[in-house]
């Protein structure tokens, strides 16, 4: 019987060993940069690991996008990515190729999306990669802008918004507003 756990946690909070599992699982994916990729991860705001007992079988990180690569994707997507507007990207989602089809990008990837929380979030995708697709649109995102050859690979990527929630009309909002 197979026991998938997924376990979410600040960087800070992990082990060097972890640090380390999480970037070769990134690069695996063959979507990232190697030069800062652990400066970077250790400056997310949270990272996820999904486990089947004590083997690592995926990862997930809200990262904070430099501001290059938020430039980047703007401009290759047509869609205006302000910081402000949306701080996070989820992404460096990466699941064993032995892992796949087994639904389990959503729960790898639903503490992040938890975690970003009110605030604005964007994700870019395979486009043929309709699992994924699958999981962000439950997380609350939605396709936006045009897709755009990936500059890591001869395959096309997809850019996905999930919106800020605005006062008073948020996905979390529940009940009136507290008062002082």
Same mark, same amino acid.
């Given at each position: 019987?197979?026991?998938?756990?997924?376990?979410?946690?600040?960087? /800070?909070? *992990?082990? &060097?060993?972890? @640090? %380390?599992?999480?970037?070769?699982?990134?690069?695996? =994916?063959?979507?990232?940069?190697?030069?800062?990729?652990?400066?970077?991860?250790? #400056?997310?705001?949270? @990272?996820?690991?999904?486990? &089947?007992?004590? *083997?690592?079988?995926?990862?997930?990180?809200?990262?904070?996008?430099?501001?290059?690569? #938020?430039?980047?994707?703007?401009?290759?997507? %047509?869609?205006?990515?302000?910081?402000?507007?949306?701080?996070?990207?989820?992404?460096?989602?990466? @699941?064993?190729?032995?892992?796949? %089809?087994?639904?389990?990008?959503?729960?790898? *990837?639903?503490?992040?999306?938890?975690?970003?929380?009110?605030? =604005?979030?964007?994700?870019?995708? /395979? +486009?043929?990669?309709? =699992?994924?697709?699958?999981?962000?649109?439950?997380?609350?995102?939605?396709?936006?802008? $045009?897709?755009?050859?990936?500059?890591?690979?001869?395959?096309?990527?997809?850019?996905?918004?999930?919106?800020?929630?605005?006062? =008073? /009309?948020?996905?979390?909002?529940? %009940?009136?507003?507290? $008062? +002082?």
């Amino acid at each position: 019987m197979n026991r998938h756990e997924v376990t979410p946690k600040a960087p /800070k909070d *992990c082990s &060097d060993v972890e @640090i %380390g599992d999480f970037v070769s699982f990134v690069l695996a =994916g063959g979507e990232v940069v190697a030069q800062v990729l652990e400066v970077r991860v250790r #400056r997310a705001e949270r @990272i996820s690991f999904l486990r &089947d007992n004590s *083997c690592l079988l995926g990862v997930a990180g809200l990262k904070h996008p430099s501001h290059n690569h #938020r430039s980047e994707v703007s401009h290759w997507s %047509g869609v205006a990515l302000p910081e402000e507007t949306y701080p996070f990207e989820l992404g460096w989602v990466f @699941i064993l190729p032995s892992a796949r %089809g087994r639904k389990l990008s959503l729960p790898l *990837c639903a503490p992040l999306a938890e975690a970003a929380g009110l605030r =604005g979030t964007f994700a870019t995708s /395979k +486009t043929d990669n309709r =699992g994924m697709h699958t999981t962000l649109q439950k997380l609350g995102f939605v396709q936006a802008g $045009t897709p755009y050859k990936s500059p890591h690979g001869d395959h096309r990527l997809q850019l996905f918004l999930r919106e800020p929630a605005q006062s =008073g /009309k948020g996905r979390h909002h529940s %009940g009136p507003p507290h $008062t +002082t």
